[in-house]
């Protein structure tokens, strides 16, 4: 694919132009920035409660979820008579819901289902009733339905983990909102029961339900079933390939790419799904040492920004991209900020949709591309010490949507080499004039036949001009071509039959040497001159050749 620049050349492309940009912003916003505090103080004062109303970033909620997930099922959990009436109704609303669709649950998983859900309550006395039942119907349903493979150890810390995640929300967040995210992240998180353990389950389905409620609730516009989806997806991306990393790292990554997954309405449930799997299975690739607040960062700018525009990408398309997009961001942990990786994974997914309209483009070219934006975007975000989320993230989409711009001087060049190559065989027949000089030039052209003609007249050393140069001197001839005596001359030359054979001497002006490409133009004009002009005929004898 030569329409695609590569790796190196993106590298250095960023290089050159990324320092400019981040210039520019840090300029704007030390100049610009303080001039429109005065224009828009008042708008800035009017909207200071609801900034402060703000739900915590993961870096404050990461330390809470991790207590809330640390849970011990043999001791009494207390609750209010409230709490606990509103958990088990809970309890038997969601077991309901799965009779309903065919499932029937054992005495003991009835048994800890309720135990979880006494349990999730007990983390947030303060949430209302109404919650806390939604919070465990959704939760005991999602796990149910996963059928009697799921052993009762697992099935209790799919709801208990589902159930206080969304539960985590609760000041800010709907009983719609709760239910829905409780009940995506307990499937998500009980559909891998086969390679996670019991623990990794339960981070899984905190972190996940925690994050698609967390989004959920900024967005309005996200539907119930998104915030299902979202909350699926990332507990079940996460929870892929978890040998090598931590529960907490597990949790961060269903957080974020569970909350990147809620934060865009998006109509399309499969391109949700795969994208908050593929954005938290990136996240956790190559993220050993890296802190759970880069890992959050990463799988939800991989998760947003690959939904953003999910109009124009397929359903395989947004599982590479935002894949791609998390391993390549998280991979420049050591140096990185979460806003720098954040910001580079966000930018390369979206401007990923651009390099997927090219027609002749491979998945692994989308993959290796946007993983290759991501990663020199957080390089240069380091290098020039930048922090603003905007100018990173308008780079690194502007960056992938260059590169899949075709080379342009690269493929134009051999079209001129083309008519040159016909220019070659006319540019010797130029030459000949200063070949005439140099004699060997004569013999090596074609007319060569034409040459033993030249000796049967007197004239035939007259041909090629460069006897004619040193001759011309001693020739009065091309004086007298304006004198009217040397015309009878050029009768007395036998070649004339030979003339009208001669088409090709394209070079009846050779007297000016110089003007060897003119004669070319000129050359059907001079086999017209010789039957008119005596002084055209003598020259065309030197044309023999």
Known sequence: MNRIITNKSAGRRIRQTLGFLFVFSLVFGLVVAPFGIITVGTAVGQSADQQESEPPGYEELSDELVTAAEVDFQTEPEVSEEQRAAAETGVQEGIELARADGFEPTPEGEQAALQAALHAAAQYPDAAAEQVQAANRGAVHGAVIQGEEIDTDQLRAGIYGSGVGTLSQHQQ????????????????????????????????????????????????????????????????????????????????????????????????????LRTTQSAAKGSLTQSQEATVVQIQGAARGASEGTLSQHQQVTVSQVQVIAESAATGAISQYQEATVVQIQSAAQGASQGAATLTQQQEVTVEQIQIQTEQVAVETVQTAVEYDVEDSTTIVDYAETTVEQEAQPEEPDGEQPAPDDPNAPDGPQAPTEPEAPGGPTGPEAPAEPEAPAEPEAPVGPEAPAEPEAPVGPEAPAEPEGPADPDGPSAPEAPAEPEEPEAPDEPESEEPEEPDESEGSSDSEDAGDSDDSEDEDSEDSGDSGESDE
């Open 173 to 272: 967040a709907s009983v719609e909102q709760i239910q829905n995210g409780a009940y995506g992240a307990a499937i998500g998180s009980l559909s891998q029961h086969q390679q996670a353990d019991v623990t990794q389950l339960q981070y899984a389905a905190v972190g996940a339900s925690a994050g698609a409620v967390y989004s959920a609730m900024q967005s309005q516009e996200v539907t119930i079933e998104q915030i299902q989806v979202a909350a699926q997806g990332g507990a079940e991306g996460a929870l892929e390939g978890v040998q090598s990393v931590s529960v907490e790292q597990i949790m961060a990554a269903a957080f974020g790419s569970a909350s990147g997954g809620a934060e865009t309405p998006v109509a399309d449930r499969e391109k949700v």
